[in-house]
């Protein structure tokens, strides 16, 4: 690495959810030291801190599981069996798509151990707050943690926030929502204890407490199927994705008000569960949070985005650093998602220039920061492609660390493939 005297690391990583981890594990593994900074205090992105309880993307859709992702999400996978979670690919009946059921707790625990095992610097309880730039280049990170204000320098950076907070603090362009500024509806997933372990849940029993809910409720819930549930790994809690609310923008007060009436809904809703379906009757809300489910936000300039076309084309390219396997999944429409699934061999590639930054030199993109269509992000932004778009843009951001210079797809899918990636 040609660090300057005056850098504290080769590659800073902002946000810790799959994408953050993918590209922090990349980064070191090609050789740079690492800084990974994280808000809570805790790694796994929306996986521990929105209760999203299960893995998309590793495999693609079809009878049997083929895999499409390996390298750092397959160590987290080993990590997660390591634990005790059996982390097997598992036929959703409800979407027909294969997922990995995950345990947040266990999660957290091998997230922590993979990237001490990595040797990388992960600063918990810590947000970033600003960044110095250059012309073209970022400089530093300004953080805001436990201590007060601190300043990183570094050669490499690469926004893993999810909401592109890196992007938008140093100036960048981005587009808000898809291309009519319209946000997809964001989630309150809710983990629901007190129920029987041999307990059958009636998918019919569950929508007419939907129903009778809606009846009672300020706040309604669209899903009239009853929603997407299933156990949590190794416990008998019923872990529900029944609770959409519509985001008008990204304020803070809108997302306020999301969560407050999230919660209120999440309430009644186990009363009404309580009162009404045999198996229930002392069941209680184990969990809501720590946050709503953010599904979309920012997209910031990329050099190229990803498109409708592509995806259902399952267009492969030689400038390809990512596979990305999950069909598109759009939730414009709150409780109502729509799927459309990926053509040819049933998976995409994510090129080099949709996980680098477009307006400046030394910025990468991971996980649902990368860049892509409307239609094309409903695809590309979970978790286990995250995982591989992040172990791309931390690898292109350490190369170019060592070289001065920003290297090109043909040398970041080389070292890729080396460091075990599935291209
Ligand atoms: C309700 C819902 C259900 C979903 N279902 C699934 C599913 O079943 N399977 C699946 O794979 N995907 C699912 N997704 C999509 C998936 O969860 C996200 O797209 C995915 O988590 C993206 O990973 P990421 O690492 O890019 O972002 P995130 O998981 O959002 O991680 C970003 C991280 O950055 C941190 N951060 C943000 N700003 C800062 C800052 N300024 N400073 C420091 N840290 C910061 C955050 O705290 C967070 O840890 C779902 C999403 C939602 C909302």
Redesign the pocket.
């Known amino acids: 690495m040609t660090r300057r005297p005056e850098a504290d690391y080769d590659v800073i990583v ?9 590209a922090a594990l990349g980064a070191a593994k090609a050789g740079a030291k690492v800084c990974l ?4 205090g ?17 495999f693609q859709q079809g009878g049997e599981p083929r895999q499409a992702v390996a390298g750092a999400g397959e160590q987290v996978l080993e990590a997660l069996r390591g634990l005790g979670v059996k982390a097997q690919p598992y036929h959703s009946e409800t979407t027909g798509n294969w ?1 990995v059921l995950l345990d947040p707790e266990r999660l957290k625990v091998a997230l922590d151990r993979l990237c001490a095992a990595h040797g990388v610097d992960v600063m918990l309880h ?4 600003a960044v110095a730039r250059t012309g073209n280049r970022l400089e530093a990170a300004t ?2 943690g436990m201590d007060g204000r601190s300043r990183i320098a570094g050669e490499a950076f690469v926004d ?4 592109a ?2 992007a938008l ?1 140093a100036g960048l362009d981005f587009r808000v929502g898809d291309e009519e500024r319209r946000l ?1 509806a ?4 809710v983990r629901i204890g007190g129920l029987d372990p041999d307990l059958k849940i009636d998918r019919n029993a569950i929508k007419a407490a939907v129903d009778t809910y809606n009846e009672r409720a300020e706040f309604k819930i669209n899903r009239s199927d009853g929603g ?1 549930y299933t156990r949590v790994p190794g416990s008998s809690d019923f872990w529900w ?1 029944v609770i ?1 609310r519509e985001m008008a923008d990204l304020g803070s007060r809108t997302f306020t008000r999301a969560e407050q009436s999230g919660r209120e809904m999440a309430l009644l809703l186990v009363d009404v569960l309580r009162e009404k379906v045999p198996g229930f009757e002392r069941a209680w809300l184990a969990q809501t949070g720590p ?6 936000s920012r997209h910031p300039a990329a050099r190229y985005e990803i498109t409708y076309d592509d995806v259902v084309g399952g267009r492969q390219r030689e400038d390809g650093v990512a596979r990305a396997a ?1 069909p598109i ?1 759009l ?1 414009k429409e709150a409780g109502k998602p729509f799927y459309q699934s990926i053509g040819a061999d049933g998976f995409f590639h994510v090129p080099l220039d949709a996980v680098t930054a477009r307006g400046l030199d030394n910025l990468w993109y ?5 860049g892509a269509d409307s239609l094309a992000y409903g695809s590309i ?6 995982f591989a ?2 172990e791309a843009a931390g690898t292109a951001a350490a190369l170019a660390a060592e070289a001065g210079k920003a290297p090109d797809a043909a040398t970041v899918r080389a070292r890729l493939i080396e460091n075990g990636a599935m291209i």
């Open positions: 902002i946000g810790g959810g799959a994408g953050g981890v993918g900074v994280e808000k809570y805790f790694l796994g992105g929306a996986a521990t801190n929105a209760q999203v309880l299960a893995y998309c993307g590793f997922i810590t947000r970033l707050a953080l805001a893993a926030s999810g909401d907070n890196l603090v997809q964001a989630t309150m997933p997407i994705l959409d946050q709503i489910g953010v599904r979309e999950w999944e939730h991971a996980g649902r920061v990368v932004r979970v978790m286990g492609t995250a778009t992040g």
